[in-house]
């Protein structure tokens, strides 16, 4: 089956990075999302890879290993405001997303 | 402000009730979705559409039926409601069947069934 593994919550404080993990297990693969999701509203698109490597938008990174199944979004100088909870998803061989569960992320001052 | 608008924001419903979600973007995207989201779960999809004249099922279908008249409208029917569809349902969009600029969201349908 397929399957997208991601920590259920994570704790950082303002102003550290922290780092969040996602593994998948997909049939195919065509891309990987990483969207953030404010309490009671929709999920934001952040980034997206396909290729192996770091891709760096500001204070936020994403990066992919296909071979490892393995990716991870980066948050650096962390705010009160990047509280929220983070999805990862994978793109399968039919272009179906396939998501996990979600992080959420507590920031404390 | 261009987006995807959905209808209504939340809604108490009977169970045995029919009811239907509406979504309307204005992007001209080809492909829309809709998914629920409960709590401990991912978003999981109902169903789908690459465009317009065409839908098709997703991992949770049963209990839903949409239809695709038009490129911007993409309505979600229950026939006939249940507790357990109790959930929020979100519609997204893109702009490709890849989708690799990233899907739109609507701000979501909270809906109860009693």
């Known amino acids: 089956g397929q399957n997208i593994d991601q920590p259920t919550e994570m704790t950082a404080t303002e102003g550290a990075i922290v780092q969040i993990n996602c593994t998948y297990q997909?049939?195919?693969?065509?891309?990987l999302f990483w969207y953030q999701q404010h309490a009671g509203e929709a999920p934001t698109f952040l980034s997206y890879?396909?290729l192996d490597g770091l891709e760096e938008k500001g204070r936020f990174s994403s990066f992919l290993s296909r071979s490892k199944g393995y990716s991870y979004l980066l948050l650096k100088e962390l705010q009160m405001k990047d509280s929220a909870s983070y999805l990862c998803?994978?793109?399968?061989?039919?272009?179906?997303?396939?998501w996990g569960a979600g992080t959420k992320l507590i920031i404390k001052p | 402000t261009a987006g995807i608008t959905q209808a209504p924001t939340s809604q108490i419903l009977a169970a045995g009730r029919s009811m239907t979600l509406r979504c309307t973007q204005d992007?001209?995207?080809?492909?829309m979705y809709w998914y629920r989201q409960d709590l401990g779960l991912g978003l999981r999809l109902i169903h789908y559409?690459?465009?317009?004249?065409?839908?098709g099922k997703g991992e949770v279908p049963d209990g839903y039926s949409v239809s695709r008249a038009n490129t911007d409208d993409f309505p979600l029917t229950l026939a006939s409601a249940v507790p357990s569809q109790t959930s929020v349902y979100f519609c997204?969009?893109?702009?490709?069947?890849?989708?690799?600029?990233?899907?739109?969201f609507g701000s979501g349908t909270r809906l109860t069934v009693v």
């Open positions: 997204a969009s893109s702009d490709s069947e890849g989708g690799r600029y990233g899907y739109t």
């Open positions: 992007m001209r995207h080809n492909a």
């Open positions: 559409s690459n465009t317009a004249g065409t839908t």
């Open positions: 997909t049939s195919g693969f065509n891309g």
């Open positions: 890879n396909v």
């Open positions: 998803a994978v793109m399968d061989s039919n272009y179906q997303l396939i």
